[in-house]
């Protein structure tokens, strides 16, 4: 490694700070009392190759983070494939979708590439919950719901904002869709200026550093977690590590449901089974790869 230790370790936290100043803008900004004081959201930064996480803030939600790279590296795939339009400098793109890497449909994230001389260098994203997108009940919680048409509007990766500029077209569909449509433009401003916050301390980090220096530094960055991570795995002693949760039933159908896991430990890789789970249920306690 080129880059040393004490410029590696205030590069770490320069990226850091990065995401908490996206987390406090967005919280600060917000509309809905879910976001701005009970926090229900995160921000991250994400590789421009594999949507993979390369920095976050300390007070964001775990499960958004993690699934937020999900999010990113199938907006990222779908660019590839041509499915989806391909970015433009200021262009952000909204997704909500459980199977394209989303949560439950309340959880909005927003992407935006994040452009260094031309190319992206990585993507900014965050996730907000919005009180409601639809469906059937208020809240988006139905506990008798059998679809997911029925717990609300889903959007797959599109770009809300084209340049800069809310796509007034996309907007007036999403507001048609939910609830209470009048108060979102308070969330909807607020999540994509974190995410404009977000690009302004990180080109104030890249002109201090140097785009080489940075890009070194999250490299070594991704090694070192998986090499820590790898380190605590092999600490555990080999075996097969076996539990079983219950579930009293879906919400419709009255039957218990069954998550069964077995963890193998071999050296420091770590194999996950859920094999003898019960099937995908009809009631709305099904999770998705993102989530489990």
Not at 108 to 128: D, H, M, Q
Not at 129 to 152: C, K
Not at 157 to 172: M, N, T, W
Not at 203 to 212: I, P, Q, S, T, V
């Amino acid at each position: 490694m080129s880059i040393d230790p004490i410029t590696l370790s205030v590069i770490q936290a320069g990226l850091q700070q990065v995401c908490d100043e996206m987390d406090l803008s967005f919280s600060r900004a917000a509309f809905s009392p879910v976001i701005a004081e009970a926090n229900d959201r995160s921000d991250g930064i994400y590789s421009a190759e594999d949507g993979a996480l390369i920095a976050q803030g300390a007070g964001g939600l775990p499960v958004f983070v993690g699934t937020m790279q999900y999010s990113t590296r199938t907006l990222i795939e779908m660019i590839a494939q041509g499915t989806v339009a391909a970015p433009k400098p200021d262009d952000i793109y909204i997704v909500n979708d459980p199977y394209l890497g989303g949560t439950h449909l309340m959880d909005v994230r927003f992407a935006r590439p994040f452009y260094r001389k031309g190319e992206i260098f990585c993507w900014l994203s965050n996730t907000g919950h919005w009180p409601d997108t639809g469906g059937s009940v208020p809240g988006g919680f139905s506990a008798s719901a059998t679809a997911v048409e029925q717990e609300g509007l889903r959007l797959p990766p599109v770009r809300l904002f084209k340049e800069g500029v809310l796509d007034e077209e996309i907007y007036a569909i999403i507001c048609s869709n939910i609830r209470v449509a009048d108060q979102r433009i308070g969330d909807v401003k607020a999540q994509a200026a974190a995410l404009l916050v977000g690009e302004e301390r990180l080109n104030a980090l890249l002109d201090r550093y140097g785009d080489e220096t940075v890009s070194e530094a999250i490299a070594e960055l991704r090694v070192r977690a998986a090499t820590q991570m790898r380190s605590y795995i092999s600490g555990m002693p080999d075996g097969i590590y076996c539990s079983t949760a219950i579930v009293d039933s879906d919400g419709v159908v009255n039957e218990p449901l069954e998550i069964n896991l077995s963890i193998t430990s071999e050296g420091d890789e770590l194999t996950f089974d859920f094999g003898g789970s019960s099937p995908p249920c009809l009631g709305p306690m099904n999770s998705v790869l993102a989530t489990t």
